[in-house]
Antibody, heavy 117, light 107 residues
Framework: QVQLQESGPGLVRPSETLSLTCTVSSGSISNYYWSWIRQPPGKGLEWIGY???????SYNPSLKSRVSISVDTSRNQFSLKLSSVTAADTAVYYCAKERSDSTFEYWGQGTLVTVSS | DIQMTQSPSTLSASVGDRVTITCRASQSLSTWLAWYQQKPGKAPKLLIY???NLQSGDPSRFSGSGSGTEFTLTISSLQPDDFGTYYC?????????FGQGTKVEIK
């Protein structure tokens, strides 16, 4: 079954850009939607956005002005960029494979990103 | 955005108990409602989709019901491995939104 693995810095300075990559293995990134979801420590889940393998995207309006998701099909990876971060962006960030019914069947293990100076 | 509200926030029950968690939506979802189980330090796991469809391989003691704006997740006989936090998610329309979670503790 498909496996996902997030990677990127665990510490980001306030006002800088958070960058994460999700590597998909044991399956192709093609023909599917891929999402980013985050969870602040001790809190609930927030969907950030998705990208289709062709490059089309949809973002949560609450983050839309700061978010960019891209895909690299040759590397079987997709990436998240979140600009102008603050302490409120501190969270575990998950990448996930989105099913055609917009549920999330496969998830990465998650990576904690802390925003602090 | 569609707001999702779960109740209770926490529940404590004994092994063998029947447990029910409720999720309410701010607008009609038809049956576009999913449930996830999350263990501490782990990613959420899809349990139920389309309000009542059990994910393949998951125990039949889990069931979901409801339509429109009110939904329930039922565990017919609580088992020790069922501890964790349960989240509902509306998959009716973007932005997809989650409930705040219900923490299930085993007495």
């Amino acid at each position: 079954q498909v496996q996902l693995q997030e990677s990127g810095p665990g510490l980001v300075r306030p006002s800088e850009t958070l960058s994460l990559t999700c590597t998909v293995s044991s399956g192709s990134i093609s023909n599917y939607y891929w999402s980013w979801i985050r969870q602040p420590p001790g809190k609930g889940l927030e969907w950030i956005g998705y990208i289709y393998y062709s490059g089309s995207t949809s973002y949560n309006p609450s983050l839309k002005s700061r978010v960019s998701i891209s895909v690299d099909t040759s590397r079987n990876q997709f990436s998240l960029k979140l600009s102008s971060v603050t302490a409120a962006d501190t969270a575990v960030y998950y990448c996930a494979k989105e099913r055609s019914d917009s549920t999330f069947e496969y998830w990465g293990q998650g990576t904690l990103v802390t925003v602090s100076s | 955005d569609i707001q999702m509200t779960q109740s209770p926030s926490t529940l404590s029950a004994s092994v063998g108990d029947r447990v029910t968690i409720t999720c309410r939506a701010s607008q009609s979802l038809s049956t576009w409602l999913a449930w996830y189980q999350q263990k501490p330090g782990k990613a959420p796991k899809l349990l139920i989709y389309g309000a009542s469809n059990l994910q393949s391989g998951d125990p039949s003691r889990f069931s979901g019901s409801g339509s429109g704006t009110e939904f329930t997740l039922t565990i017919s006989s609580l088992q020790p491995d069922d501890f964790g936090t349960y989240y509902c998610q509306q998959h009716h329309s973007s932005p997809y939104t989650f409930g705040q979670g219900t923490k299930v503790e085993i007495k």
